[in-house]
C-alpha cells in the first residue's frame, strides 16, 4: 500500500533495472543506486514523481539507480531532501562524526536483529517515555499496503469493543484542509509526513482507547513509526501482492492502471514496496495474514488472535 492512499506508482522506467551482479559497475555506485531504489520504493514514490520532488532530470535519476551515475553533491542533496531523509543515509555513512555516535556504532556493528531491537527498546524507554504495555495494548494499530483490510477489520473491530475508531488517513486531510492527493501535490511528500506525525500524535493524546487504521507509507518515517509502536499495540494485516491489487481493483479504485500502465508492470510496482517495507513492517508486535478468507472470517480469526486480553482491556 504506497503512502497515504495516493496512486500506486506509474513507472518510469526509461531503462532497464541495473543488474547488481554486473562488474562492469563502480561498487560505489552501484549500492548508491540500489539504496536510492529501495528508499524510492519504501516511501511509495514513483521516479517520475522523485524528480519532480527533487527537481532533478529524470534521466539522470534513472542512471543514478542503475549504478551508471556520477551524481553530484548537489543532485544527492536535492534527492535527499525529496526523500526526507540525510544526505549520509543516502550515501551509505548512517552515522554522523561525532565520537559518541562513532563508539554506538561499534557497539551495535554486527548485532543480530533481535540485539538491535532489544538495544532500540531500551533506548527508547530511557528516553521516549514510551507507554506502558498495558496502556498500549488499550490501542490497536493496523499497519500494511493498501487493500490489507484496515478500514474495513478496523471499524468493525472497534464497534465490536466499542471503542472509537480513526482512519489516520481522514485525520490528516482534516489537519491539512485538503484531500491526500493535493497534499501531495501541492506542498509535497515532506509536508504530508509533517501532517501524518501530527495526525498520529493528535490521535494518541485524543483517544487513549482506539483502533487505528495506518496509511501503508507511514512505516516511511522512522520517527512517525516509532511513535506509533511506543504507544500503540500493532498488527500487520499481511497479504499477496496479488490480493492486495485484486481487492483495491475490486473496489472500483483503479489508480493502479493510472497512466495505461499494464497489469505487469502495476504489479511489479506493488512487489518492490512490499518488499521494501516488508522489514519495517514486521516490527509489528503481530502479523495477521488476511489472504485467502472472507472479511468475516478474517475479523473472527483476528478477534480470536488478538486474543480475549485485548478485548477486556479494550
Known amino acids: ?22 562488474a562492469s559497475k563502480d561498487p560505489f555506485l552501484a549500492a548508491l543506486g540500489e ?46 531532501q525529496a526523500l526526507n531523509c540525510e544526505l549520509a543515509e543516502l550515501v551509505g555513512d548512517p552515522t554522523a562524526s561525532s565520537p559518541e555516535w562513532l563508539m554506538l556504532r561499534e557497539l551495535l556493528r554486527g548485532r543480530s536483529e533481535a540485539d538491535l531491537a532489544r538495544a532500540r527498546s531500551t533506548i527508547a524507554a530511557l528516553f521516549d517515555a514510551p507507554a506502558s ?21 478496523g471499524r468493525l473491530l472497534a464497534e465490536g469493543w466499542g471503542v472509537p ?32 506525525k501530527r495526525a498520529l500524535e493528535e490521535t494518541l493524546q485524543r483517544c487513549p482507547r482506539a483502533v487505528i487504521a495506518t496509511p501503508g ?20 494485516l499481511r497479504a499477496t501482492p496479488e490480493e492486495h491489487m485484486g481487492r483495491v481493483l475490486a473496489q472500483g479504485d483503479m489508480r493502479p492502471m493510472a497512466g495505461n500502465r499494464g497489469n505487469v508492470e502495476a504489479m511489479n510496482d506493488l512487489r518492490r514496496i512490499l518488499e521494501s517495507r516488508a522489514a519495517f513492517y514486521s516490527k509489528a508486535d503481530e502479523v495477521f495474514d488476511t489472504g485467502g478468507m472472507p472479511m468475516e472470517t478474517a475479523l473472527a480469526k483476528l478477534r480470536e488472535q488478538l486474543g480475549e486480553a485485548t478485548a477486556a482491556v479494550l
Open 165 to 196: 475508531f480513526v482512519e489516520l488517513n481522514r485525520s490528516i486531510e482534516a489537519l491539512a484542509g485538503c484531500s491526500l492527493s493535493e497534499i501531495h501535490s501541492l506542498y509535497g511528500p515532506a509536508a504530508y509526513r509533517r501532517y501524518e
Open 217 to 236: 507509507g507511514i512505516v516511511s518515517d522512522p520517527a512517525t513509526f516509532s511513535l506509533l509502536l511506543a504507544h500503540c499495540h500493532t498488527v500487520w
Open 1 to 22: 500500500m504506497p503512502a497515504v492512499n495516493a496512486p500506486l506508482p506509474e513507472a518510469a522506467q526509461l531503462a532497464p533495472e541495473a543488474d547488481p551482479k554486473d
Open 133 to 153: 504495555h498495558e496502556a498500549r495494548r488499550q490501542r490497536v494499530a493496523l499497519i500494511g499496503l493498501r487493500g490489507a483490510g484496515k478500514s474495513t477489520l
Open 35 to 80: 539504496r536510492t531504489r529501495a528508499l524510492r520504493s519504501r516511501r511509495g514514490l514513483t521516479r517520475k514523481g522523485l524528480a519532480q520532488a527533487a527537481d532533478v532530470s529524470e534521466r539522470h535519476l534513472a542512471n543514478v539507480e542503475m549504478g551508471v551515475g556520477n551524481a553530484s553533491i548537489q543532485f544527492l542533496r536535492q534527492v535527499a
